[in-house]
């Protein structure tokens, strides 16, 4: 446990942990959020049945056994903007979200996950082991209870069956055999839950995912991203030494900006985190400069993009392997000087970009799935928040309706409810300085 620190708990060097601050009582996530809207939750009554898991049997899988982070070194309703993918790839079908989860008569024996880390064993990872249904799955995952060290029976089985899947389907297309991040536990446990734990429908968008990661060469993305992070993904430091993978990389963050590390220093880089200890991405779609992307180079945007999220996801498994928890993205959206409808008379380079991104997001969307805790759209107008409410419940999963918070600019109680000032710009009521990306909107601002 090692002596407290003011800014947390003391690393093996003796500094203090500023990753994440001092516990602090949790709000209840199912409260309306003090906005312009408020977006209702999703009732019991509106639970779907989810459907049964498939056959499933017992087999030695090709599958890479979960490892140990020092033996691997070697999400908002789709936004037409090169920064917003999906909420988090979810395949449809409301589920309970709530704080409870169901109970059991009797306490399970734990399945016991490939993980070779030693985690002491919490409440969250008893419920954990007694989880014996979808919704009882969703509830943990939803709320970031859901143990990656021990696993029910009921999840064993699901996990058994896709691994049975993927090696029939390894076994006639060889080249699909998947990396050992992309085949671990952590990653199967994602396409589950984004198909309500239906072994057969996730094992379909896994071998898919698969099929695209060897399209577009991510595997190669991925060794480089641990290449250039050894500390991070094998040594368990606390930040990243590279974020900037490729020669035009802080080129298009320029014309493009994004903020997931505090921008006090050029490295190493820490992470931002919420209060629960998920990684908190913050965009600003208004400031998206498409004619500086087609100069940089539409395809040095894509290439950006995909390095972006396989970083994202990785530092995501890397980060539950340490809590033993699946952690996921909270996501603050500054949706100043952006339009949630499209603009026909916009120029064409904006479509054509906006066109590319559309795709290139489709595929971060396939491969990348239940990656998303929280999506707060912050800054909207009066008028378009209050329309948002509306359309949000009658076009959008209720799962992915109950990650979604939209707010005009009184947003910052709820957002700090939730992230710590320690890891926002001082622009959203946080204490870090603010990135260019503010300054372009005070220009656009000026120039209205």
Known sequence: NGPKTEGGRALPDGRADHTLPPTEAQPNELEQPPAAIAIPEPSVEEVAQAPAPADVGSSQSILP????????????AAIETPHAASYDGDTGGSVAYTEETTESAQPAT???????????????????????????????????KLSVVSFSTFLRALLDAMKKA?????????????????????RLIRFLGA?????????????????????????????KIISSNPDFFGKKAEELQCIFMHE???????????????????????????????????????????????????????????????????????????TGKLLLTCTVMDMSHASL????????????????????????????????????????????????????KAFVPARSAAKLKIFGQDFKPALLEGVHPSNLPERLGGELPNGEQWVWIDKKSKKK
Do not use: Q
């Open 65 to 76: 056994n979960e490892t140990s982070p020092s033996a691997v070194v070697a999400d908002a």
């Open 110 to 144: 734990p399945a016991v996950s490939d993980s070779k880390e030693a985690l002491v064993a919490t409440d969250d990872d008893i419920a954990s082991v007694n989880a014996s249904t979808p919704a009882e799955l969703t509830a943990l995952m939803l709320n970031c």
């Open 166 to 186: 993927v090696d029939e389907a390894v076994a006639k297309d060889p080249t699909l055999a998947p990396s050992a991040e992309m085949g671990s536990e952590l």
């Open 195 to 223: 198909n309500n734990w239906d072994a057969a429908g996730a094992s379909a968008e896994y071998i898919k995912a698969l099929a695209l990661r060897k399209k577009h060469n991510l595997d190669s993305l991925k060794e």
């Open 248 to 322: 035009k990389s802080r080129e298009v963050n320029g014309v493009s900006p994004r903020m997931f590390t505090d921008l006090r220093n050029d490295g190493p880089h820490r992470l931002l985190r919420d209060r629960r200890g998920n990684l908190v991405v913050i965009e600003c779609p208004g400031v998206v400069d498409y004619a500086a992307i087609a100069n940089v180079g539409m395809s040095a945007w894509e290439l950006e993009f995909l390095t972006f999220n396989e970083l994202r996801v990785l530092v995501l498994d890397e980060l539950s392997r340490r």
């Open 341 to 392: 409808m499209p603009n026909p008379f916009a120029p064409r380079v904006e479509k054509e970009g906006k066109k590319a991104a559309s795709a290139v997001s489709d595929v971060a969307k396939a491969v990348y799935p239940t990656t998303t805790f929280r999506t707060y759209m912050i800054n909207l107008s009066e008028t378009t928040a209050k329309m948002a409410g509306p359309a949000v």
